[in-house]
């Protein structure tokens, strides 16, 4: 399993998120406390958004605390809006094209979780992919397949509806061709204005979702894990939620996909 931290708000330095704190990103990269397995160290990535539309996105396959570069550009850029990501491949290679988070024009996407038996329905679920959006398949993941699903599916102009219908494909694949668990997801998607987090499981094991509001950002963070293990505010999202972030408002909905 994997671990990952966004955030939405007044600029910050991504080191704020990514390595600065007890807790980080790059310590959970080590160590992390709430997943099936503690080191997450088969690749990163960070999408981050300025003045472009489009996100600028950094990743590698090495293991996130041993990358000097990461922790330079860590701490000299600084952005309103990222997504980073630590990799524990559930079975696909380590390559920096299945490193999260993946980008197609303004939208951002990473993933924790699996659809159970991916390999034997590959090719069914890549065949899910619009053809206008197959260019962008790049990787060997899951993951990307879902994002692609999702753009497929009118991610642009209804996001937690997208994202439920590619996730409801997925599990009834998994569920007519692959094994259990058919779906366990913790996912943060972004447009570049608003952030958006789901979390969701076919059994009932979700991967763990927390958010908190920083006085001290002015911003929001969406973590696989709190980035303080002392520090109180940190709000867990629920399974079958979906979040999202615009703003001040926060709205949180319904999200249990139809398999």
């Avoid at 955030?7 to 080590?30: A, M, N, T, V």
């Avoid at 080191?39 to 990358?67: C, E, H, I, K, M």
């Amino acid at each position: 399993m994997c671990r990952w931290a966004a955030y939405i708000g007044e600029p910050i330095f991504l080191e704020d998120i990514i390595s600065r704190p007890d807790h980080s990103l790059i310590e959970q990269s080590k160590e992390a406390e709430e997943c099936k397995t503690s080191t997450n160290g088969d690749g990163f990535g960070v999408a981050w958004y300025d003045t472009r539309p489009q996100p600028g996105l950094y990743r590698d396959v090495y293991p996130a605390w041993s990358d000097p570069n990461l922790r330079s550009v860590a701490h000299h850029i600084q952005s309103r809006l990222f997504l980073a990501h630590v990799r524990a491949s559930t079975g696909s290679a380590i390559s920096r094209n299945n490193c999260h988070p993946f980008t197609v024009g303004n939208w951002s996407f990473m993933h924790n979780g699996q659809a159970g038996g991916f390999e034997h329905f590959r090719k069914q679920a890549d065949m899910c992919i619009p053809d206008e959006l197959y260019q962008h398949r790049k990787g060997a993941t899951d993951s990307e397949v879902l994002f692609l699903m999702a753009l497929g599916e009118g991610l642009e102009n209804d996001p937690q509806g997208a994202l439920g219908r590619a996730v409801a494909r997925l599990e009834t694949l998994s569920r007519q061709r692959g094994s259990t668990p058919h779906m366990r997801l913790s996912a943060a998607l972004s447009d570049g204005h608003r952030l958006f987090a789901a979390r969701y499981s076919s059994d009932l094991i979700a991967p763990s979702v927390y958010y908190r509001w920083s006085d001290t950002h002015q911003g929001w963070a969406v973590v696989s894990e709190p980035l303080e293990t002392d520090e109180d505010g940190w709000t867990e999202l629920e399974p079958g939620t979906f979040l999202e972030l615009n703003g001040d408002t926060v709205t949180l909905t319904d999200f249990s996909p139809e398999s």
